[in-house]
């Protein structure tokens, strides 16, 4: 069993700053990518930023050089500095980890239940 836990989100007015953390703990062997989503009211969830385990990072085209993605691997830990805030940003935002359990595993994803963040225009 994986657990995936989100925090950090919160009320913040357009052009602040927050940062999310998760954690991941449990039956963990090493984890792939882990990744932050986001869900907005009538939307969609869609993918904010993910980053390997080797550090390659990857970006929705509306958050590059405004959000942060990073990781402490020994913690199974990621993070998401967001900067530069605008209303779009308002969502609930979820945090992914594939899990590989063993050695030779197939990765499985664990997904967290979210935080959220609303941004005040």
């Known amino acids: 069993q994986v657990h995936v836990v989100e925090s950090g989100g919160g009320l913040v007015q357009a052009g602040g700053s927050l940062r999310l953390s998760c954690s991941a703990s449990?039956?963990?062997?090493?984890?792939?990518?882990m990744g932050w989503y986001r869900q907005a009211p009538g939307k969609q969830r869609e993918l904010v930023a993910v980053?390997?385990?080797?550090?390659?990072?990857n970006y929705a085209d509306s958050v590059k050089g405004r959000f942060t993605i990073s990781r402490h691997n020994a913690k199974n830990t990621v993070y998401l500095q967001m900067n530069s805030l605008k209303s779009e940003d308002t969502a609930v935002y979820y945090c992914?980890?594939?899990?590989?359990?063993?050695?030779?595993?197939?990765?499985?994803?664990?997904w967290g239940k979210g935080t959220l963040v609303t941004v005040s225009s």
């Open positions: 980053i390997t385990s080797g550090g390659n990072t």
């Open positions: 992914n980890a594939d899990v590989l359990g063993g050695p030779n595993t197939d990765g499985m994803d664990y």
């Open positions: 449990g039956s963990i062997f090493s984890i792939n990518a």
